[in-house]
């Protein structure tokens, strides 16, 4: 059974810092992994898709990579600003569902 | 608006009533997923259509829950009886499957939710 798990479950940290957020899973058996945004009671955006069998993908001041082999994703966030805070995900896909991780609550303080 | 869209956003119901929530996925998408998401939890798989057909059920989906897609366009959710424990976020989203690919690149695009509130 996949599990994904996120670490840290909270960050906090002063604008213009990179980070790097990470998440695990358990088997290495995915199609594909997604890292998504959540605002406060809002719904899920989307930001990248690594296919199983690439290594990074990258928008803007996201580069997000993929280990499958040590069951590692991991999002690295460039110059934050505060408009990045936000809750972030990740999501293992095993063909029909997602399998989700309880998310990393970032703070950006300005 | 091309997203996908959900229909009410915010539902409160008494303890014992019947919901129905509505999915329109992007037009062009043949998947269409159903998600349940609890307070500072991940989502939750709860069932999936491909076109018309509903191919799977997580156990999450009680006997008091059924969703629909008939003309695999839209979906509706049911939810009978409600409890307390139905309060959550339920999630619509949708992709796009290419006939005989694999699902390596089955990117699935989000609504914005309904948040059910069961007094």
């Known amino acids: 059974k996949q599990e994904v798990t996120q670490i840290p479950a909270a960050l906090s940290v002063p604008e213009g810092e990179n980070l790097v957020l990470n998440c695990s899973f358990t088997?290495?058996?995915?199609?594909?992994l997604q890292w998504f945004r959540q605002d406060p009671g809002k719904g899920l955006t989307s930001l990248l898709l690594?296919?199983?069998s690439q290594r990074e993908q990258t928008s803007g001041r996201l580069n997000a990579s993929l280990d499958k082999s040590s069951g590692r994703s991991t999002l690295y966030i460039a110059a934050s600003q505060p408009g990045d805070s936000a809750t972030y995900l990740c999501?293992?896909?095993?063909?029909?569902?997602?399998?989700w991780g309880a998310g990393t609550k970032l703070i950006i303080k300005p | 608006d091309t997203g996908v869209s959900q229909d009410p956003r915010h539902k409160i119901t008494k303890r014992g009533q019947n919901v129905t929530f509505r999915c329109d996925p992007i037009?062009?998408?043949?998947?269409l997923y159903w998600y349940r998401q609890t307070l500072g939890q991940g989502p939750e798989f709860l069932t999936y259509?491909?076109?018309?057909?509903?191919?799977?059920k997580s156990r999450l989906l009680s006997d008091r829950f059924s969703a629909e897609r008939p003309k695999g366009s839209f979906s509706t959710l049911e939810i009978q009886r409600t409890e307390q424990g139905d309060s959550a976020m339920y999630l619509c989203?949708?992709?796009?499957?290419?006939?005989?690919?694999?699902?390596?690149?089955?990117?699935?695009?989000f609504g914005p939710g309904t948040r059910l509130t069961v007094l």
């Open positions: 989203a949708s992709s796009l499957q290419l006939a005989g690919g694999s699902s390596s690149y089955n990117e699935q695009f």
């Open positions: 037009s062009e998408h043949n998947r």
């Open positions: 259509f491909q076109n018309e057909a509903q191919l799977e």
């Open positions: 088997d290495s058996a995915i199609y594909n």
């Open positions: 690594i296919q199983s």
């Open positions: 999501a293992a896909d095993s063909n029909y569902q997602l399998i």
